[in-house]
T-cell receptor, first 112, second 115 residues
Framework: GQQLNQSPQSMFIQEGEDVSMNCTSSSIFNTWLWYKQDPGEGPVLLIALYKAGELTSNGRLTAQFGITRKDSFLNISASIPSDVGIYFCAGQLGNSGSRLTFGEGTQLTVNP | DGGITQSPKYLFRKEGQNVTLSCEQNLNHDAMYWYRQDPGQGLRLIYYSQIVNDFQKGDIAEGYSVSREKKESFPLTVTSAQKNPTAFYLC??????????????FGDGTRLSIL
């Protein structure tokens, strides 16, 4: 099946620094999603991307849908301690109702 | 408020015992999903259902069973055939096919442990 490679696996940064993580796929997707998961909770949707080349922001978060439809990145600017968590990318080939393929996550630690 | 409710939050199973995890949604979503998450890993799809009375196997369906008798409910049974059931289980739902801009939303999970 389809596979997503998400990197880096973990990051340790100082508060105030910018962060970048990305996902690459062996095949194309029509939708890219970025989720954040706090310990013991379910993932929460951060940003959804629906068009190749699309660049979307949500506060300090910015994500882009790669022009080849095989990759996406997420940037976090001016990190704060509450940014700590696991960030997952997910790709979807069809419309809503079709299955997602998840990356293995990026564990982010922010030192105050 | 609309959302996805998973219960219980924590569940313990004895060897050889079947257990059922509950997932209920009041979002009027047609599609529902079950994922398994192991420590330090991503989400793996167990089963999914796009409409009532229909469901499909995901990538790791062995040792699990589901039913979809009602639109709002999608219970997952972890059977005794699942030899390594200790994990965090997540339920999700999404609107029907063709509904753009409505990605999957997740419940808060059930942590299953073996006694």
């Amino acid at each position: 099946g389809q596979q997503l490679n998400q990197s880096p696996q973990s990051m340790f940064i100082q508060e105030g620094e910018d962060v970048s993580m990305n996902c690459t796929s062996s095949s194309i997707f029509n939708t890219w999603l970025w989720y954040k998961q706090d310990p013991g909770e379910g993932p929460v949707l951060l940003i959804a991307l629906y068009k190749a080349g699309e660049l979307t922001s949500n506060g300090r978060l910015t994500a882009q849908f790669g022009i080849t439809r095989k990759d996406s990145f997420l940037n976090i600017s001016a990190s704060i301690p509450s940014d700590v968590g696991i960030y997952f990318c997910a790709g979807q080939l069809g419309n809503s109702g079709s299955r997602l393929t998840f990356g293995e996550g990026t564990q982010l630690t922010v030192n105050p | 408020d609309g959302g996805i409710t998973q219960s219980p939050k924590y569940l313990f199973r004895k060897e050889g015992q079947n257990v059922t995890l509950s997932c209920e949604q009041n979002l009027n979503h047609d599609a529902m999903y079950w994922y398994r998450q192991d420590p330090g890993q991503g989400l793996r799809l167990i089963y999914y259902s796009q409409i009532v009375n229909d469901f499909q196997k995901g990538d790791i369906a062995e040792g699990y069973s589901v039913s979809r008798e009602k639109k709002e409910s999608f219970p997952l049974t972890v059977t005794s055939a699942q030899k390594n059931p200790t994990a965090f289980y997540l339920c999700a739902s999404s609107p029907p096919r063709g509904s753009r801009g409505q990605p999957q939303h997740f419940g808060d999970g059930t942590r299953l442990s073996i006694l």
